[in-house]
């Protein structure tokens, strides 16, 4: 899909503020209502939006610790991955997992309402997931970035 100034600038305000109208998001874009909201489909259609979401405040939400947790899993088998990523998907504590190349196999990012919380999630939880070796935590002091939009200097 080949992307106009319009479509940019749509992506751009949506990032920002997805709950727009769409006669202000036209308006902001200088396009026409109809127009706009196709444009908007279109975009949606080819999977760039993916979707859209309420941007929670964690500590508002009483989850004042976040953690990056470094995890080693002792065996790398396909069945062992799968497991762990299962267990992953299934805790709601961890809101981010990525495989990573390093010493580390994944980072978690990890939500909790404090110390103890965390702890007992580490304890329970974590260190009985499948295959789990290791694991190393940090902890968030302060948030100096933390953005949900990305950049489109790198789309045509």
């Known amino acids: 899909m080949k992307l106009t100034r319009a479509d940019r600038k749509i992506l751009e305000i949506l990032q920002q503020d ?22 908007v489909k279109q975009l949606e259609a080819s999977g760039l939006i993916a979707g859209y979401v309420a941007l929670l405040d964690r500590r508002k939400a009483r989850l004042d610790l976040l ?17 762990f990523a299962d267990a992953v998907r299934r805790e709601p ?38 295959a789990v070796k290791d694991i190393r935590s940090s902890f968030v002091l302060e948030t100096i970035k933390d953005a949900t939009a990305l950049p489109l200097d ?3």
């Open 93 to 130: 504590m961890v809101v981010g997992c990525h495989a990573m190349t390093g010493g580390y196999d994944y980072l978690l990012r990890v939500v909790a309402p404090n110390l103890d919380a965390y702890a007992d999630f580490t304890m329970k939880r974590l260190l009985k997931m499948p």
């Open 67 to 83: 953690a990056y947790v470094e995890v080693q899993v002792d065996r790398h088998s396909e069945t062992a991955a799968e497991a």
């Open 154 to 156: 790198y789309l045509e």
């Open 18 to 39: 997805s709950s727009v109208t769409n006669v202000e998001l036209a308006e902001r874009v200088g396009l026409s209502p109809s127009p706009c909201l196709r444009r």
